[in-house]
């Protein structure tokens, strides 16, 4: 994996440079929470761990990025709808060593489709885009 500044996402293409770019259809674009990091590393038995072993291209902090599975938001410049949950694979054995799988289980973070293309830079803001009236929008800094 190698780490960027920046990176233009473009709908169904997903991220310039991403080796599976094109390929993955609703998932174009898999993201992972900052806080989840932590708790990946504790479980796996590991003091920390690097989050470009995790296998997501973009990592966020202090949204719950749960919460926007069926929803559009802003990432930067793009705009991007949350389409499942991005479970672990086998490789995160051979990362992480023995229990690397289990331990990424429900931290995993989540997959998008670029709807709207846009540069997406470290430092930007994730704002959700549809919330239910009465709920305020989200935001964080990557």
Known sequence: MVLVNEVMATPGRGLQGDRYRG????REVTLIQAEHIGAIA????????APE???????????????????????????LKGTGACHPCSAM??????????????HGG????VLS??????????????LPDGQPNGAMQL
């Open 117 to 130: 293309a846009g540069m997406i830079a470290v430092g930007a803001t994730v704002t959700a885009l549809d």
């Open 42 to 49: 504790a479980l796996a038995g590991l003091e920390a761990i």
């Open 93 to 106: 054995e051979a990362a992480l060593g023995a229990g690397g799988y289990n331990a990424m289980r429900g």
């Open 110 to 113: 989540i997959t998008a489709q």
């Open 23 to 26: 390929s993955r259809g609703v």
């Open 53 to 79: 072993l995790l296998r997501r291209n973009v990592v966020v902090a202090g949204i719950n990025l749960v919460a926007l599975i069926g929803r559009r938001f802003q990432l930067g410049e793009a705009v």
